[in-house]
C-alpha cells in the first residue's frame, strides 16, 4: 500500500517549493520577495494545522477483546475477594481486643470498636494522628515513644481508668506496625482477690499456731516420755507450720509494694551475718567460705535484703550433703555487682529451674520437707530482687550442684562507709 503523500518525503519539498514560488511572484509583482514569501508560510501553515485536526491517529494499540466468559469469571473473582475482605475487617472489627494499624511513623491508619472503648480512640477525628501523642502523658504513650521493643504488661487502659490492658507492638505488612491491647481487668481482680484471701487466711492462723507451739512447748516430754516422740514431731510441724504463714505474710507484704524505702545496707557485716547463720545452720557439716570483692555496698531496704539472701545462703546448706561446700560471694560486674551462693549440692534438672520461684514449686517434696524448707523462699527472693531492679539467675546441673546469683546494677551501689554511687 503506497505511503500518503502527507506522511511522505513529497510533503517537505513541497512545502519548500512553494516557498521559493512565493518569493519569485513576490519579486515579479514589484520587488517584493519577503512579502511573498511570508504569504505562502502562512498558507502552508493553515494547511498542516487543518491536516493534523482532521487527522485520526491510534496513540496506544485497542484491548483486545474480552470474552463474555472471561469477563464474568473475572467480576465473580473481585466479588469473591471483596467479601472476603469485608468479612475480614467485619471480624477485625468484633474482636474483644482492641487492633490499631499504624504506619512506620506510629500515624494511626485504622482501628476497631475495642480500640475506641480501650485506647479512647474516636472516629473518624483520629485517622492520621500520631498515636502517642493522642495518648498524651499515659505510661503507654511513654512505651511508643521509647519503641516498644518489649510487650507492656498491666497498665491503665487510657479509655477507661478502672481497668487494665497489655499491650503488644507487632510487625506488619510493608513498614507497618499493629498494636495489640487485651483488656486483663478480671485476671487483675482474680489476682487481687487470691492475695486478700492469702493475707487473710495467714493473719487468721498466726494466733490459732502461736497458741498450739506455745502450749506444746509447756508440755515436758520426761513427764510423758511414751509421748516423747509425737511431740517432738508435733512441734517441729507447729513451728513449720509458723514458718509458711510467716513467709505467707511477707510475700503478700512484697506484692502489695512497688517501691521500698532505701538506706545504706552495708555489706561487709552483712556477709559476715550470713556466715554466722551460715555456720549455725550448718553445725560443722559443711565447709563455708565468703569472698567479698565488689568494695561496695548497696542501696535499698536492709531488712528485705537480708531476708532473701539469707534464704539462697541457707536453702545451699540444707540441699548440700554433709561434706560439702558452699560459697558465698559479692563481686563486681560490668552490670554493677553480683551477689551469690554456690554449693556443691544434689544439683537440679533443667526442666524444673524455670518454675523455681513459683510459690509451693518443689524439685523433690520428699526432701524438702526433710529439710525444712516451705516452697516459698525463692518466691520471696524473687519480689524482693523485683523490688531493687535486681534480677535472679540459676545455674544448675545434677550432681553439680548450683549456684544462685543476685545481679545489681550501677544505679543500686554505694562506695562503703560513703554516700556517693560506687
Known amino acids: 500500500m503506497p505511503e500518503p503523500f502527507y506522511r511522505s518525503w513529497k510533503l ?44 485520526t491517529r491510534h496513540i496506544m494499540p485497542p484491548h483486545p477483546t474480552i470474552s463474555p466468559l472471561q469477563h464474568d469469571r473475572f467480576m465473580t473473582r473481585s466479588r469473591r475477594i471483596a467479601s472476603s475482605l469485608r468479612d475480614l475487617r467485619s471480624a477485625a472489627g468484633s474482636l474483644p481486643d482492641a487492633v490499631v494499624l499504624l504506619d512506620n511513623e506510629q500515624h494511626v491508619r485504622w482501628f476497631n470498636h475495642a480500640a475506641e472503648d480501650l485506647l479512647g480512640l474516636r472516629r ?89 507451739h506455745g502450749y506444746l512447748e509447756l508440755i515436758d516430754p520426761e513427764d510423758v516420755p511414751e509421748l516423747a516422740p509425737v511431740l517432738g514431731e508435733m512441734r517441729a510441724q507447729s ?44 553445725q560443722g557439716r559443711h565447709h563455708i567460705t565468703v569472698e567479698n570483692s565488689a568494695e561496695a555496698d548497696l542501696l535499698g531496704s536492709a531488712k528485705d535484703l537480708h531476708s532473701a539472701l539469707s534464704n539462697l545462703m541457707s536453702n545451699a546448706v540444707r540441699y548440700t550433703p554433709t561434706g560439702g561446700s558452699i560459697t558465698i560471694r559479692w563481686k563486681r560486674t560490668p552490670e554493677g555487682a553480683v551477689y551469690s551462693v554456690s554449693d556443691t549440692g544434689f544439683g537440679i534438672p533443667a526442666a524444673h529451674l524455670a518454675r523455681l520461684t513459683e510459690r509451693f514449686y518443689r524439685v523433690s ?47 543500686r551501689l554505694l562506695k562503703p562507709g560513703g554516700p556517693d554511687e560506687a
Request: proline residues 4%; charged residues 20%; neutral net charge.
Open 365 to 411: 517434696s520428699s526432701r524438702s520437707r526433710d529439710s525444712g524448707g516451705t516452697g516459698l523462699g525463692l518466691s520471696i527472693v524473687k519480689h524482693v530482687l523485683n523490688l531493687h531492679q535486681a534480677r535472679l539467675e540459676i545455674q544448675s546441673e545434677p550432681g553439680q550442684g548450683s549456684t544462685f546469683s543476685c545481679s545489681f546494677g550501677h544505679d
Open 12 to 55: 517537505p519539498a513541497a512545502l519548500a517549493a512553494g516557498l521559493v514560488l512565493g518569493g519569485l511572484i513576490g519579486a515579479w509583482a514589484g520587488g517584493r520577495m519577503a512579502l511573498g514569501v511570508a504569504l505562502v508560510a502562512v498558507a502552508e501553515t493553515v494547511f498542516l494545522l487543518t491536516r493534523i485536526r482532521h487527522e
Open 124 to 212: 473518624p477525628q483520629d485517622r492520621g494522628i500520631h498515636l502517642h501523642e493522642r495518648l498524651g502523658t499515659t505510661e503507654l504513650a511513654g512505651w511508643l515513644q521509647d519503641g516498644a521493643h518489649e510487650p507492656l504488661n498491666d497498665v491503665v487502659a487510657p479509655g477507661h481508668p478502672n481497668r487494665h490492658i497489655n499491650v503488644t507492638l507487632l510487625p506488619f505488612g510493608r513498614r507497618q506496625r499493629l498494636l495489640l491491647a487485651r483488656d486483663i481487668s478480671h485476671l487483675t481482680r482474680l489476682e487481687q482477690i487470691r492475695r486478700d484471701f492469702v493475707a487473710n487466711v495467714s493473719h487468721e492462723l498466726r494466733t490459732p499456731l502461736t497458741v498450739i
Open 239 to 282: 513451728k513449720r507450720m509458723g514458718q509458711i504463714v510467716e513467709d505467707l505474710l511477707t510475700l503478700s507484704r512484697l506484692e502489695t509494694q512497688d517501691h521500698v524505702t532505701d538506706e545504706r545496707v552495708p555489706m561487709s557485716p552483712l556477709l559476715a551475718t550470713l556466715r554466722k547463720e551460715a555456720e549455725a545452720l550448718s
